[in-house]
């Protein structure tokens, strides 16, 4: 009989699921050392606010980073240049 081991011999599985922080994606830490850094009620409530927007998000099965990618995609509009007007401007020999 082989004695137990800590890690099980199947641990590498794990590897590709996202970290958790008490039930939040582990991203909520940054709003939390946001407020450890400056603890005042403006940035708890700041903290708070990213905590529930992280929760309210993950409730509706959007991944943080593919909720900032979507925030991206509508801040910057549906048009994405090939080039950005300086390598445009750059590569013209006229």
Request: aromatic share 16%.
């Amino acid at each position: 009989m082989e004695a137990p081991t800590l890690f099980p011999q199947s641990s590498w599985r794990d590897t590709a699921r996202p970290l958790r922080f008490f039930g939040f994606d582990a991203r909520v830490l940054l709003a939390l050392l946001l407020w450890a850094g400056h603890m005042r009620l403006e940035t708890f409530v700041l903290a708070v606010l990213g905590m529930t927007f992280f929760a309210l998000i993950e409730f509706f099965g959007i991944r943080p980073m593919a909720a900032l990618r979507y925030l991206k995609n509508f801040w910057l509009g549906p048009k994405r240049p090939l080039l950005s007007p300086y390598d445009a401007r750059r590569r013209c020999l006229c």
